[in-house]
């Protein structure tokens, strides 16, 4: 749990929309690992059977989750950003920071870009560019995980990089 369970987290994030639920997920995961442990046939290793149970429980959850609406989107208008940071209307520039956020970080600033990028991918392209750049999976775990062929997964991978190597080009400049 604690070699994985952080990478297992990042997995269900792909899928679902709330950390909780990848939370529940990677619980749903765990307990799904011990009723089937005993089944496990060693065709695969033992981190990629583990991470094809956690995709695979996180897309069903997601399905299911994408079909109905939390409470909390129902609730009131609180502001997440202090109104007062912002310009007023009778200023130059209505609406934009009255002054820059604190502590920005010219590297920060650019991963901040590049996760941007990766959220805005599709599910399987997102999922293949986080296993195998950002986690560290060979390319042959990540096929097993995910249940893909090595043309599609080489496909996903190339599409993914190439999107979020442009979305970092259009933010450098």
Known sequence: MREYGAAMLRVALMYVSSRAVAEDV???AWVGVLRGIDRFEGRSSLKTWLFRIVANTAKTRGVRESRSTPFSSLGGDEEAVDPDRFLGSSER????????????VLADEAMAAVDAAIERLPPAQRAVITLRDVQGFTSEEVRNALDLTETNQRVLL????????????????
Do not use: T
């Open 26 to 28: 990677v619980q749903d």
């Open 158 to 173: 190339h599409r993914a990089r190439s999107k979020v190597r442009s979305a970092l080009e259009e933010y450098m400049r």
């Open 93 to 104: 520039f209505p609406g934009h920071w009255a002054a820059p956020p604190e502590g920005r």
